[in-house]
């Protein structure tokens, strides 16, 4: 199961519910809505193989995919006394933590692109103090570009629901707090789309 998300929704399904290696490199990240509208527009035609890391003045990583996709990085911290990686819950530390970034991400994309399977992409949007929450506008986008590709797609929010113009994709309309961490949504997700997600005949 290729799950692909915007926040760490993606990671949080595939390791506590799915129990499954991390099928890509799109883990513990957070993705903004124009690098996320290229991705799904075009998943199938972008070389993977064509990255570049970059940080930013506070030492936070991004990888970014064919000068097109940027991948934030947000639970992979540099930390200068770290000698050796050290992980905190889901937050990796280390003094050359470009490297692990680095090294993760070939990993993972090695791994998608040999399995071929197609993605299951999860919008999580609730959170008002990070800057992945996207617009009405913008969910509207990405379920017009994933009903024209024929991709599977999950998205959760607090406000809207298209179902009614777009019945192949599932909606989650949360009563959690913006305040809330992406693991209790992750399981509100995965329990109400348990069949969805697992069907790879979709």
């Not at 506590?16 to 991390?22: G, S």
Request: with cysteine; proline share 3%.
């Amino acid at each position: 199961m290729n799950i692909i998300s915007n926040t760490c929704l993606g990671a949080f399904i595939q390791r506590d519910w799915l129990k499954q290696q991390y099928k890509n490199p799109f883990c513990w990240n957070v993705i903004d809505f124009k690098s996320m509208q290229y991705l799904i527009t075009n998943f199938e035609a972008i070389n993977y193989d064509n990255f570049e890391i970059q940080k930013d003045k506070n030492w936070n990583f991004s990888i970014i995919i064919d000068n097109a996709v940027q991948i934030q990085y947000v639970h992979y911290k540099f930390k200068p006394e770290c000698k050796i990686i050290k992980t905190h819950g889901v937050d990796v530390y280390w003094n050359k933590i470009w490297q692990y970034i680095v090294e993760k991400y070939e990993e993972r994309t090695k791994r998608m692109l040999e399995s071929n399977n197609k993605p299951l992409f999860i919008i999580g949007s609730i959170h008002n103090w990070q800057d992945h929450v996207y617009s009405e506008d913008e969910i509207l986008k990405i379920c017009e570009i994933c009903t024209t590709k024929g991709y599977k797609c999950i998205i959760s929010n607090r406000n809207f629901d298209f179902s009614n113009k777009y019945p192949n994709i599932k909606f989650n309309i949360t009563q959690l707090s913006p305040s809330t961490c992406n693991n209790p949504l992750a399981k509100e997700i995965y329990l109400r789309f348990k069949e969805y997600i697992n069907d790879t005949t979709l």
